[in-house]
């Protein structure tokens, strides 16, 4: 920073002397977060508060804040075949991330499968990746038979997560009856 004082050589000794040691003082503090230029450098703190949230990576929405996802049926697809998911089916698809983890949270009722043995797939929200595989749990109802646990898989390179009907990797049914449901909370690393 470069703080410039008209007729500063006029200025009596003592005067020149405070203010070059407080701009010196200035310039220290100063100089640990900001860049020649001015821009922030990386920026130290012992604690945070907004009232507004704190966004994070060029993200409009705060950390820590679910968006919901505009329903499209492009957001659900099968291994083969036609996952029906009608609008009215999404009664919960939103998601939040804090760095690049991201939990995505989803019930999805009354659908139809038009081949048997598929596994049925829902989009990662925002264009992203998965960055890692898992499994995690899940419910599922297959064909109107009852609720059961079952799991999600998060494959590496995929952006989707793909729900089973069995915890055995098994298939949904085939069904026009607007009976099958998948719902979970699942975490992932994204890229």
């Known amino acids: ?26 310039n220290n503090v100063f100089a640990k977060e900001h860049n020649g230029d001015g821009t922030h450098a990386a920026i130290t703190a012992t604690s945070i508060a907004s009232t507004a949230g704190v966004t994070e990576r060029g993200r409009t929405v705060a950390i820590g804040e679910w968006t919901s996802v505009t329903y ?51 989009t990662v929200p925002g264009g992203y990746t998965v960055a890692h595989s898992s499994r995690q749990m899940i419910r599922v109802t297959d064909a109107g038979a009852a609720q059961v646990v079952s799991y999600a898989l ?15 990797s098994g298939g949904f049914a085939i069904t026009a009856g607007d009976n099958t449901n998948v719902a979970g909370c699942v975490v992932l690393e994204v890229q």
Do not use: H
């Open 154 to 168: 998060m494959t590496a390179g995929t952006t989707y997560i793909e729900c089973f009907a069995t915890v055995a």
């Open 72 to 122: 499209s049926a492009a957001n659900f697809t099968a291994s083969a075949g036609t996952w029906t998911v009608d609008s009215a089916d999404q009664s919960v698809f939103t998601y939040m991330q804090i760095g690049k983890t991201m939990w995505v949270d989803f019930i999805i009722l009354g659908t139809d499968v038009s081949n048997a043995g598929v596994s049925l797939r829902i």
């Open 1 to 26: 920073m470069r703080v410039a004082v008209p007729n500063f050589d006029s200025l009596p000794q003592w005067a020149k002397e405070a203010f070059e040691s407080i701009v010196s003082r200035i």
